[in-house]
Nanobody, 121 residues
Framework: QVQLVESGGGLAQPGGSLKLSCATS????????MNWYRQPPGKERELVAN????????NYEDSVKGRFSISRDNVRNMLYLQMNNLKFEDTAVYYC??????????????WGQGTQVTVSS
């Protein structure tokens, strides 16, 4: 079955860095655009970045441009998010997601458990 397992979150100071990982299985990873979303406390989930299936094209939400970098390893079926110069407002639970991959039983996309990123001094 499809699994998305995020890791790498934690506590960081403003200006610090973290690298998130998403281990995937159960689907043909290399066929899908992959997304990183985040959900800040008390807010809706929002798209942070995505990357094309081949890894050549990436897009970023304006607030993270120049600070975050999305990448993927289509051999290891892994997705990454390098987060630099972290800001307080980056505090959120981060999730990976495969664009258009739908659970037929729920008619919803697949989500992992997420990984908590907390930026605090």
């Amino acid at each position: 079955q499809v699994q998305l397992v995020e890791s790498g979150g934690g506590l960081a100071q403003p200006g610090g860095s973290l690298k998130l990982s998403c281990a995937t299985s159960g689907f043909t990873f290399s066929h899908y655009i992959m997304n990183w979303y985040r959900q800040p406390p008390g807010k809706e989930r929002e798209l942070v970045a995505n990357i094309s299936s081949g890894g050549t094209i990436s897009n970023y939400e304006d607030s993270v441009k120049g600070r975050f970098s999305i990448s993927r390893d289509n051999v290891r079926n892994m997705l990454y998010l390098q987060m630099n110069n972290l800001k307080f407002e980056d505090t959120a639970v981060y999730y990976c997601n495969a664009w258009g991959l739908i659970d037929p039983s729920t008619k919803q996309g697949y989500w992992g458990q997420g990984t908590q990123v907390t930026v605090s001094s």
